[in-house]
């Protein structure tokens, strides 16, 4: 692996632990270190970071506090 490629990686934590846990990674960039870009989105798709992630994330923490608040009016009305 370039020595410039190597670097980068080890400044990235997350990319770095992806390399580890995906090592096919670690051979496409020995044969081709233009591949870093595909290796950053391949990393964020593996750790959920992309932005329709994210969203997604978020309905769903709505929608559990939805859920909360509804029960605790159903246990209010109930009393």
Excluded at 21 to 33: A, I, T, V, Y
Excluded at 42 to 48: G, Q, W
């Amino acid at each position: 692996m370039r020595k410039e490629v190597a670097e980068y990686l080890k400044q990235q934590k997350d990319l770095r632990q992806f390399v580890r846990e995906q090592p096919q990674w670690f051979r496409k960039l020995s044969r081709n270190p233009n591949e870093l870009q595909s290796l950053e989105i391949a990393s964020l798709h593996y750790y959920k970071k992309t932005i329709p992630h994210q969203v997604e994330k978020f309905s769903n923490g709505v929608q559990m506090a939805s859920m909360m608040m509804s029960m605790f009016q159903a246990m209010n009305e109930q009393s």
